[in-house]
């Protein structure tokens, strides 16, 4: 039993969304057959799933937004109950934990969701492309992808690698490794400079401490590196669609950070001062809203209290 069967309507759906965007680039003056229309299907099949899970972006900025401003109420709860291992502690922190995130309407899960959704995606390609050999020499077809079509396919290269191809294939040429190696870079970069703008760029100074903040310090780092480490047994077409992929993510981020950032960040600031250069250029001063003033109270002894027994009656 194929433990993947459960993916076949995703690699169905891939498969469609790959030859629909082939047959679109063709229609733009593209040449039929192999070639750079079907390099270009996975750009395009990486855009409609981008497009479609557009909603999910805005919900998981939102999250991950609320999950850092709340480190300070949720630090406090893990004070309150630090050294508490007895099972009622651990479940009125655990119940405690919850309310603060329903209350936020946030969760840790929030904020990984566009990942978690291409997932399938991903594996559903992947699975495409590992099987466009078996299809081309007379295997079962996967969707539109029948053996004309999937020979296509695995003769569509870029620069001399093709798109079923990886680093460790064998047998491999200098090509597919040099392609392989400079799209796992780009893979792992662009996937740190969207974490990074992400955590570093749209939280408070506040939100950057805790617990928490490190472990999104450590994840900024091992993640790319996981990728890197796995990214060797990727098909070129794979490494092609997580490239564009997070492309997108730091563009939508981008957008999405300069005009609606969280109070208190650099972006805000970065911000603000934008809006403060050009409306200097038309004349106008944006004045800062005014503190509140403190009025700090003489600091003294404090009159320590006499029983009225001792006081020294006065003749």
């Known amino acids: 039993m194929d433990f993947f069967a459960f993916l076949a309507p995703i690699e169905w759906a891939v498969a469609w969304i790959m030859y629909l965007c082939h047959t679109f680039f ?3 003056g593209l ?6 229309a079907w390099i270009l299907a996975v750009v395009g099949l990486t ?7 557009i909603p999910l972006f805005f919900k998981q900025i939102k999250a991950s937004r ?23 502690s651990r479940e009125a922190m655990g119940r405690e934990t919850m309310a603060l995130y329903s209350k936020h309407g946030t969760n840790p899960l929030a904020s990984c969701m566009p990942i978690l959704l291409q997932t399938p995606i991903f594996f559903g390609l992947f699975r495409v492309l590992n099987g466009l050999d ?13 053996t004309e079509v999937a020979t ?10 093709s798109l079923s191809s990886t680093f460790l294939h064998e047998p491999t040429d200098p090509n597919t490794k040099i392609v392989s190696a400079v799209l796992i870079v780009l893979m792992c970069a662009t996937l740190y400079i969207t974490q990074r703008q992400l955590t570093m760029k749209n939280m ?22 996981m ?5 060797v047994n990727f098909p070129i077409g794979v490494l092609i669609y997580w490239v564009v992929s997070n492309l997108w993510s730091t563009g939508q981020q981008f957008y999405t950070i300069n005009r609606m950032p969280t109070p208190g960040s650099e972006a805000e600031k970065r911000m603000n001062e934008r809006k403060a250069r050009k409306a200097a250029k038309k004349g106008i001063i944006i004045e800062e809203p005014e503190k509140p003033t403190v009025i700090e109270q003489p600091r003294g002894q404090r009159e320590q209290p006499q029983r009225k027994n001792r006081r020294k009656r006065k003749k």
């Open 31 to 36: 040449p039929d057959g192999s070639g750079v």
């Open 134 to 146: 078996e299809i081309a020499a007379g295997g079962s077809a996967i969707g539109p992808i029948n």
């Open 26 to 28: 063709v229609f733009l």
């Open 47 to 53: 855009i409609v799933i981008r497009v479609l899970i």
């Open 152 to 161: 296509q396919i695995e003769n569509s290269q870029l620069f001399g690698a």
């Open 66 to 88: 609320a999950m850092q401003m709340i480190q300070p109420e949720l630090q406090a709860i893990q004070k309150k109950y630090k050294n508490k291992t007895d099972p009622a």
């Open 227 to 231: 990728m890197a480490v796995s990214g």
């Open 204 to 225: 408070p100074a506040s939100a950057m401490q805790g617990p928490m903040a490190q472990t999104q310090k450590i994840m900024l780092y091992l993640i790319p590196g």
